[in-house]
Structures are given as C-alpha cells and as structure tokens.
C-alpha cells in the first residue's frame, strides 16, 4: 500500500485560554480518498483543517502530509508547503476581484516559478474541464456564486497538488449551485485526487465523500478508520 497522503497521530491542540480544540486525535487519509468532515460548531473541525494546512501548529502529536511534518516546518517552508502540496477552497471564494479569471487562477502557478507557457496551457486545460473556460477574461465579480467556486477550484489545482482542502465550499451557495458543486467534487476524486473537506452540509458529505469522519469535543466519533 503506498504512504497515506494524511497522517495524524495523537494529535492534541489546546489554545492560550486553556480550551481544546482537539484532543488525542489520530486520522489517516489514504491516496485517492475523498473525506468529509461534520461537526458541531466547536467540535475541531476548522482546527484540523488548519493543522492540514499547516496554519496552525498542534501541542502535541504529529501531523504529517505528503510526507512533510508539517507541525515542524519554518513559516517560509510551511507556505512553500502549501503552495507546492495543498490546494485550498474556501467558503467564499478568495478570489481577486481586480485580477481576470484565468489570472485568478495562474496566480499559485506563478509563485512556484511555473514556467509562463506552461501555467498558460494547465490554466487553460482547467478552465476547460471545469467548463468555464468562456469566462476567462472576464473578472470574477461577474461571475454567479457556483462559477466563482469553480474559478477557486481551478485555481486550488493548478500547481496539481497531492490533497485538496475544502472549507464549507457550499457555504455560500444556492441549493442548485450547491449540487453543482458537490458534483464536481465526485468528478474530481474519481480522477484520483484526494480530497479533506469540511462541511455542515450532510448532502455534499453524501454525494462526494468516500469516508465520512464526525467530530464531537476535539474527538473521533465515528469514521476515523480508512
């Protein structure tokens, strides 16, 4: 079996106040797997996705992806890291409003040294994929709420991470634009990409999940084993 792209091992984070976000937590995410992540507010959710991403630190344990400890990492490696590894979603988009759609997405190519015809031709391929390659001229203000999302998900492929994170990516979305966008997210793990997402949309965990993993006070409550 190769490495898992995602391993957490008793992983604890407790925070200036005394709280603790998560407690004795261990999680392995294999290649190609897609996993949703539910969970009360307050249940560790936001806290392990940035552990992930290497924007947050835990007190205790290990947290390894595509084989970097990220706990252990510099600031300057941690956002080499995630510029390199990590593909990033979010709830409502980040996109650059004064930046076209193609430039949205050429942006993370450019900040890794990407060759310029070559970030041309992967943001093109993209944007085609996704089905949005008529909008690439056109700033994403223009844009409806699930064609931003898909401008965001091209963008969080084009360096061709080893894991995607999500966070709420159907947050901020319409019931349709909503299904559009849990679709999409099916397409892209049966193309092997390997996906971690959290969400308190139990319909996107259903239609795009392989796993689903529930939080409950910093803990495992159900779905921890691959």
Do not use: W
């Amino acid at each position: 079996m190769s490495a898992p792209v995602i391993e957490l091992t008793n992983v604890t984070r407790r925070y200036d106040d005394g709280a603790t976000a998560l407690d004795d937590l261990s999680l392995t995410v294999q290649p190609g797997e897609s996993v949703a992540i539910l969970g009360p507010s307050g249940s560790g959710k936001s806290t392990l996705l940035n552990l992930v991403a290497g924007l947050d630190r835990p007190t205790s344990g290990t947290v390894v992806v595509a084989g970097a400890n990220v706990g252990t990492l510099s600031e300057a490696a941690s956002a080499r890291y995630r510029r390199n590894s990590v593909g990033m979603v979010f709830q409502f988009f980040n996109l650059l409003d004064d930046l076209t759609v193609s430039d949205n997405v050429l942006l993370p190519a450019q900040l890794i040294g990407t060759r310029r015809s070559e970030a041309r031709h992967r943001t093109k391929e993209l944007l085609q994929i996704l089905g949005i390659e008529r909008h690439a001229d056109v700033y994403p203000g223009r844009l409806s709420g699930g064609e931003r999302q898909r401008v965001a998900v091209a963008r969080a492929l084009v360096n061709r991470p080893s894991l995607v994170l999500a966070d709420e990516p159907t947050g901020a979305l319409d019931s349709a634009s909503g299904a559009e966008v849990a679709s999409l997210f099916a397409e892209l793990n049966a193309s092997g990409q390997t996906i971690l997402l959290v969400t308190h949309d139990v319909s996107l965990a259903d239609a795009c999940a392989t796993r689903t993993i529930k939080l409950a006070d910093g803990r495992l409550a159900d779905g921890g084993a691959p």
